[in-house]
């Protein structure tokens, strides 16, 4: 399964992907969580990532379609990857079109988490996840089973920098005007498969495998 996960920020992506890279064994490429290890890491990347992830904004194409082109050709990718968050721009599609077709692999489909924007701030700002491992909680919707405390690692949850209310009216626009768009781009490719992203969350993972089809 060569896979992209797409959605606002808040929609589920991440939430979704850690079930889906389970069943169908394929790396999870979050572009977010690469920037976040390289920000606590303070390497070269993570320095020039943060001052753009902190405002909302996105981190420069030049940047992001190079640490994506490395991450696919390594390989733990040659049998299928789940790319969230990338890509976020037309010219990142491209790109990827480009490194998909030089590594002669093809996707699979894109999965489009479709939710209402009234939800999303909610999501965000109630966000919590683990500093060590990355697992994503929720102060309502996805509490762990202890307080503060992450189910999958026992490290401590804390909230990501640009989950602030502020900086979330940013990520939202930024998403309608250079990300929404990519979904034309893929419906023109008939690779597109929409899931609504509201209720349940095994629930929401049975209609992706459904979608997806099959065993793999
Ligand atoms: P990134 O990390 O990709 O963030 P995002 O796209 O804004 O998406 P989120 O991670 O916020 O949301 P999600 O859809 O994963 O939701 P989640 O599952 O956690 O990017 C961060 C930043 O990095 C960008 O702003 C940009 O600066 C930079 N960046 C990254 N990629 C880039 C690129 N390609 N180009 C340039 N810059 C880039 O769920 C959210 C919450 O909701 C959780 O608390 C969860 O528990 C809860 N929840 C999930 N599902 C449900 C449900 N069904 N019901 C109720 N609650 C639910
Ligand atoms: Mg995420």
Known sequence: MKLIIMGPPGAGKGTQAAYIKEYYHIPHISTGDMFREAIKEETDLGLEAKSYIEKGALVPDSVTIGLVEER????????GF????????????KALD???HNLKM????VVNIAVDESVLVDRIVGRRVCINCGAGYHIRNQQPKQEGICDVCGGSLIQRKDDTE???????????????????????????????????????????????????
């Not at 696919?72 to 049998?79: G, I, Q, R, Y």
């Not at 093809?106 to 489909?109: F, G, I, S």
């Not at 498969?193 to 049975?206: A, H, L, P, T």
């Open 72 to 79: 696919l050709s390594k390989p733990d990718c040659k049998n």
């Open 82 to 93: 789940l790319l969230d968050g990338f890509p976020r721009t037309i010219p990142q599609a």
């Open 98 to 100: 480009e490194i998909l």
């Open 106 to 109: 093809k996707l699979d489909a």
């Open 166 to 216: 502020e900086t979330v009216v940013n990520r939202l626009k930024v998403y309608a005007s250079q990300t929404k768009p990519l979904l034309e781009y893929y419906e023109n490719l008939h690779l597109v498969k929409s899931v609504n992203g509201i209720g349940d969350i095994q629930e929401i993972f049975k209609n992706i495998q459904m979608l997806l089809g099959g065993n793999e």
